[in-house]
């Protein structure tokens, strides 16, 4: 048996050593996320941090985006890090960014993390509600030395979602279905952003509380929810007009829904209402006017 | 093949060289690879002195900091899933055997799923919880097919396949109810990680991964002799004066636990546990004292190859390692079959 006790002793050693070497240096440069001066070369890692900083007049600072920002068209000439769901880390360092802002869940805390054991500063923001959409323009616009447009952008935006909701408020509320994906049938629940919006745009969410965040649905859900408006995001590469058609032909077998009886079923533009943004007012809207579109008449 | 004539064709001095040719071919792969990327990085301003004018050296961060880690860690991972092949083969006695085929993948799989999902936040010696809770369901899960399988009789390989099929299923199906309850974010960092996803780690755990895996690997090379009988059955080997109970429980352990640190670095790399054994077993013959420690070089070069690719072929972004294992390796080990099969005894 003396031959394992040399191996053990000889695995520990090698540990040891490793502890000895290494291990001072893994907390020698965390980057902190508390630059001294406002970030001059700042990277996004995903579209709707992109829109934020370029809301907050940064369209010079900003150096790298991914390749999934398509919006201000400004966006599309900046460099580009990798995709939203696999950054590039080498394309990143190469920018010598002074900040990367990224959002907070797995793929991308984990890209800030990795920038930060090498010594990059990096921002990280959770933006799956209204609230902290909010607090993600003031953070960013502190850190980037925006606060002033931050907090006008964030007047603005609140003014205007409240003129809306004054102008659309009514007793009675619309229920919307709003369909992810059609086949198998998924629709977004109460738990998202988009339910916040259906609201701010004087819906109401079809579909109750459930456990998932975008529930997959059968048949009879749908057929109780007595939805009065189906909404379909259209995907971006999709022509609309096409997919209005096949929406049609694919609720024309729920004939009793309140919604496909009164050939309320619209397609729009995903842009606005997919990420959580600066444009949040424009989604708004959109939405507010396939609920109440006698509103808009004018 | 008889067992006496497979270990005379295989002399020490041959196998030496043999060793020592492959560590070199995985040196230059390493190397060359090191050079490749998205970023064109130069040498020269790596380890120049633009200290001095620059703050940053992003030649420096990008190849010493990114690009070397993640070369090692593909290394460490190839070899360490190579190895664990060559073991899970001979001792199931099933040439369609890997690392995974006793549910390490489910149980690792189920681990991160967990932690991305409920979004657990903290660090161990700087690891993510990921790593630690993979690396966890891995072994809790080899251990428990590991456990109805002695249930099921004395080292049945039956019953201790049939126990990891069952328990692989099974924690798949928990992964899909908690992937199909979670948000579309969620979900998404989950498969990228059942994907296979190769990151740069700091250099104190590529030391102990590497220190861990060589130190397995080595526990496994003495114990090839015996793995070599094992091959050749329960009563050859019984015959010849080899206790192989207690072979097989050092082997198993073994190749589960340098498995569960594989993962628990890189997600679930599909493939170089299956196919490098195999290849290897193919092109050089089936003597374990040689396929165990050629397989580990064989792999770490097979996966750092792969890695390289994935780096680069969809620039800017990147793939998921795994698919560019599956994809390369699939019909590569399909021309070895063919061209080499008729050699060797093994498959038949």
Known sequence: MNKWWWLLLIIFCWTAAGFAIFGSIQHQNGGDTTLPRAAERIVCMAPNLTEIVFALGLEKEIIGVTLDSDYPPAALTKLKVGTFWQPNIEAVIAAKPDLVITLGFEQQKNIAERLKRIGYNSLTMNIEKVKELFEALEKIGAATGKQRRANELEYDLRKKLNNLSVLVSTNDRIKVLWVVQREPLRVAGRDTFINEMIELAGGENAIGSTVHKYPPIGAEQVIVCGAEVIIEPAMKHDDPAKQQASALQYWSRFKKLPAVANKRIYVIQDDTVSRLGPRLYEGTETIARCLKPELFAN | ?348
């Open chain 2, 1 to 348: 093949m008889r067992i006496e004539v497979m270990i005379e064709l295989l002399t020490p001095r041959k196998l030496v060289v043999r060793i020592i040719l492959a560590a070199g071919a995985l040196a230059v792969v390493m190397f060359i690879c090191s050079l490749v990327g998205t970023e064109s990085v130069s040498l020269k301003a790596v380890f120049g002195a633009a200290d001095e004018e620059a703050p940053v050296n992003p030649d420096y961060e990008i190849f010493v900091r990114v690009r070397l880690p993640r070369i090692i860690l593909a290394t460490i991972v190839g070899g360490a899933l190579a190895c664990s092949g060559v073991v899970f083969q001979a001792l199931l006695r099933n040439p369609l055997a890997d690392p995974y085929i006793l549910g390490i993948s489910s149980g690792c799989g189920l681990g991160a799923t967990i932690v991305v999902i409920s979004g657990l936040n903290w660090t161990l010696w700087g690891r993510s919880p990921i790593a630690v809770f993979a690396f966890a369901g891995a072994l809790g899960t080899v251990w428990l097919v590991w456990f109805v399988g002695r249930l099921t009789g004395k080292f049945h390989v039956t019953g201790l396949l049939l126990a990891g099929v069952v328990i692989n299923a099974f924690f798949s199906a928990v992964i899909m109810f908690l992937t199909s309850i979670a948000k579309a974010e969620h979900v998404y960092a989950t498969i990228f990680w059942l994907m296979g996803n190769m990151t740069e780690e700091d250099f104190l755990t590529l030391w102990l991964g590497a220190g861990f895996v060589v130190g397995g690997t080595t526990v496994l090379f003495y114990i090839s002799p015996q793995l070599n009988a094992l091959s050749f059955g329960e009563e050859d080997a019984k015959s010849m004066g080899i206790n192989t109970a207690r072979t097989r429980t050092i082997a198993f352990g073994v190749a589960a636990a340098i498995t569960a640190i594989a993962v628990s670095l890189s997600g679930l790399i599909g493939f170089v546990g299956l196919v490098i054994p195999h290849g290897v077993r193919l092109v050089f013959g089936p003597d374990h004292r040689q396929l165990l420690p050629l397989s580990g070089i064989v792999g770490a070069i097979f996966l750092v190859v792969a890695d390289t690719v994935a780096r680069i072929i969809v620039a800017p972004a990147q793939l998921p390692v795994g698919v560019v294992t599956a994809i390369v390796g699939g019909p590569f080990f399909l021309v070895l079959l063919v061209k080499y099969s008729r050699k060797v005894s093994w498959l038949k």
